[in-house]
């Protein structure tokens, strides 16, 4: 494994040895002078290649998007007993038809359907339970929102015993059973419905602007995790070299 | 090309996936640090590097978006190695931009690196073949077969989790093609670049012993 001796006696012995070769000793062992003319001797003779990569790099940068519609997010408010949400990818298109699966605690499915065209969905709610509603819009694009269960109306029975998913149970009978506790007044129960949309419709509103938040946080994120990967590098070469002068 | 981890774990088999995830990908990479010769340290560095940028790079496809990924490259270069270097961009990509999730990580590098071993075996002799035209057309390939076979892996995880069949291949493989045909032309660019520049960038990363690398350059 060790280099050292092997190049020198190659350059020692061997002065004629392939381009290649010849700029990389000079490169690692020559001094400095010499190595800044070596590397600006090959920049010079590739360069046409070279200014053809960088200009095709260019073109992908200003043909692409910088939003990135990739993230999916996932926003639901509970209404009376009725789980109502809403999918849409990071940069603001709807996931249309995505399959929505709502699981309880202990991973139980709890229920189950898709978004319609602009990315909505509903979902009635059989238990009083944490629900965590997971969209997937196929082809690993996926995300999850979780629903408490003090969102939840008190009259829905708790999740006692395994919850069934052929248990379609129509959602009037559910408050019958359980606990039969009293509903809000029924007239202030609109009102609050409305209200409940306007601020939904903010919510969503403020979650689009903290993705665009995040995209824009992005650029310091790629310098250090390019600063991340090198710190590994230089970790990985500094034990390797330990072991190399214990060895020697 | 990333799995997010909310796909897998709601059911039984898709847990089952991410556990074997896990061991094939420790698998290759026990394999990958095993035979990287340790003066290719900072190449893999900054393959992956380049791995890590490519997924940001986005082409928009209709209603979602594709992004290079750039396996292929990965693995023409450096083989085994590739599954480390992927292994290490795809926890910065999850810690840093929010893609993927920690227990997908092992499926995902999977699906990613397996793929890049391959095009490794298929492609890394005609990469430094004589003739131009011929090393072109092998860097194309790679890219483009990094990210079929990638798109398949991918297809074939989320069928064994449970997705429809037809809907996986439109959602997976036909969203791939146009981004194959991209990173087929960025990963010959790559190739044409390096055989001006650093020929020796392409020879055999593994089972090479030290000094002995360039005798077939």
Same mark, same amino acid.
């Given at each position: 494994?060790?280099?050292?001796?092997?190049?020198?006696?190659?350059?020692?012995?061997?002065?004629?040895?392939?381009?290649?070769?010849?700029?990389?000793?000079?490169?690692?062992?020559?001094?400095?002078?010499?190595?800044?003319?070596?590397?600006?001797?090959?920049?010079?003779?590739?360069?046409?290649?070279?200014?053809?990569?960088?200009?095709?790099?260019?073109?992908?940068?200003?043909?692409?998007?910088?939003?990135?519609?990739?993230?999916?997010?996932?926003?639901?408010?509970?209404?009376?007993?009725?789980?109502?949400?809403?999918?849409?990818?990071?940069?603001?298109?709807?996931?249309?038809?995505?399959?929505?699966?709502?699981?309880?605690?202990?991973?139980?499915?709890?229920?189950?359907?898709?978004?319609?065209?602009?990315?909505?969905?509903?979902?009635?709610?059989?238990?009083?339970?944490?629900?965590?509603?997971?969209?997937?819009?196929?082809?690993?694009?996926?995300?999850?929102?979780?629903?408490?269960?003090?969102?939840?109306?008190?009259?829905?029975?708790?999740?006692?015993?395994?919850?069934?998913?052929?248990?379609?149970?129509?959602?009037?009978?559910?408050?019958?059973?359980?606990?039969?506790?009293?509903?809000?007044?029924?007239?202030?129960?609109?009102?609050?419905?409305?209200?409940?949309?306007?601020?939904?419709?903010?919510?969503?509103?403020?979650?689009?602007?903290?993705?665009?938040?995040?995209?824009?946080?992005?650029?310091?994120?790629?310098?250090?995790?390019?600063?991340?990967?090198?710190?590994?590098?230089?970790?990985?070469?500094?034990?390797?070299?330990?072991?190399?002068?214990?060895?020697? | 090309?990333?799995?997010?981890?909310?796909?897998?774990? =709601?059911?039984?088999?898709?847990?089952? =996936?991410?556990?074997?995830?896990?061991?094939?990908?420790? =698998?290759?990479?026990?394999?990958?640090?095993?035979?990287?010769?340790?003066?290719?340290?900072?190449?893999?560095?900054?393959?992956?590097?380049?791995?890590?940028?490519?997924?940001? =790079?986005?082409?928009?496809?209709?209603?979602?978006?594709?992004?290079?990924?750039?396996?292929?490259?990965?693995?023409?270069?450096?083989?085994?190695?590739?599954?480390?270097?992927?292994?290490?961009?795809?926890?910065?990509?999850?810690?840093?931009?929010?893609?993927?999730?920690?227990?997908?990580?092992?499926?995902?590098?999977?699906?990613?690196?397996?793929?890049?071993?391959?095009?490794?075996?298929?492609?890394?002799?005609?990469?430094?073949?004589?003739?131009?035209?011929?090393?072109?057309?092998?860097?194309?390939?790679?890219?483009?077969?990094?990210?079929?076979?990638?798109?398949?892996?991918?297809?074939?995880?989320?069928?064994?989790?449970?997705?429809?069949?037809?809907?996986?291949?439109?959602?997976?493989?036909?969203?791939?093609?146009?981004?194959?045909?991209?990173?087929?032309?960025?990963?010959?660019?790559?190739?044409?670049?390096?055989?001006?520049?650093?020929?020796?960038?392409?020879?055999?990363?593994?089972?090479?012993?030290?000094?002995?690398?360039?005798?077939?350059?």
């Amino acid at each position: 494994m060790d280099r050292g001796p092997v190049s020198r006696w190659s350059r020692a012995k061997r002065p004629a040895a392939r381009p290649a070769e010849r700029s990389r000793t000079r490169e690692s062992i020559g001094p400095i002078g010499q190595r800044t003319a070596s590397s600006r001797r090959v920049g010079r003779r590739t360069a046409a290649p070279a200014g053809r990569g960088v200009c095709a790099a260019l073109a992908i940068f200003f043909l692409v998007s910088p939003a990135s519609a990739h993230k999916l997010n996932v926003f639901a408010v509970v209404e009376g007993k009725t789980i109502r949400g809403e999918a849409y990818f990071r940069g603001g298109g709807p996931a249309r038809g995505a399959a929505v699966t709502a699981v309880g605690p202990r991973g139980e499915k709890l229920g189950e359907t898709t978004t319609g065209d602009e990315g909505k969905f509903s979902l009635e709610v059989r238990f009083r339970s944490d629900h965590r509603l997971v969209v997937d819009a196929g082809g690993g694009h996926a995300g999850e929102y979780r629903v408490a269960a003090d969102e939840m109306p008190k009259e829905l029975p708790a999740p006692d015993g395994s919850p069934n998913l052929a248990d379609e149970r129509p959602a009037a009978a559910d408050s019958a059973p359980g606990d039969p506790a009293p509903a809000e007044s029924v007239p202030a129960r609109s009102d609050a419905t409305a209200s409940l949309e306007a601020l939904r419709v903010q919510v969503v509103k403020l979650r689009e602007d903290l993705d665009g938040f995040r995209g824009e946080a992005r650029f310091r994120d790629v310098i250090g995790g390019i600063g991340y990967i090198v710190g590994a590098m230089g970790l990985v070469l500094y034990v390797v070299a330990r072991r190399r002068i214990r060895d020697a | 090309m990333h799995i997010e981890e909310a796909v897998l774990t =709601i059911s039984p088999a898709g847990m089952a =996936i991410l556990a074997g995830g896990w061991g094939l990908s420790a =698998i290759g990479v026990g394999l990958g640090l095993r035979r990287m010769d340790y003066e290719r340290v900072p190449q893999v560095a900054m393959l992956s590097s380049a791995f890590f940028v490519a997924s940001l =790079i986005h082409v928009p496809l209709g209603f979602t978006s594709v992004h290079l990924v750039l396996n292929g490259l990965v693995g023409l270069v450096l083989g085994w190695a590739a599954f480390p270097a992927i292994l290490i961009a795809l926890l910065l990509q999850m810690l840093l931009l929010g893609f993927g999730g920690l227990t997908s990580l092992g499926i995902n590098t999977l699906v990613m690196a397996l793929p890049a071993v391959a095009v490794y075996g298929l492609f890394n002799r005609a990469a430094r073949a004589k003739r131009d035209a011929v090393a072109f057309g092998s860097g194309f390939a790679a890219g483009a077969l990094g990210i079929v076979l990638g798109a398949a892996l991918l297809a074939a995880t989320m069928f064994a989790a449970g997705d429809a069949l037809e809907r996986v291949a439109q959602v997976v493989l036909v969203a791939h093609l146009p981004v194959a045909v991209i990173e087929g032309f960025v990963t010959a660019a790559a190739v044409m670049f390096l055989r001006k520049v650093r020929p020796e960038a392409l020879v055999a990363p593994l089972a090479a012993p030290a000094g002995l690398e360039l005798s077939d350059g």
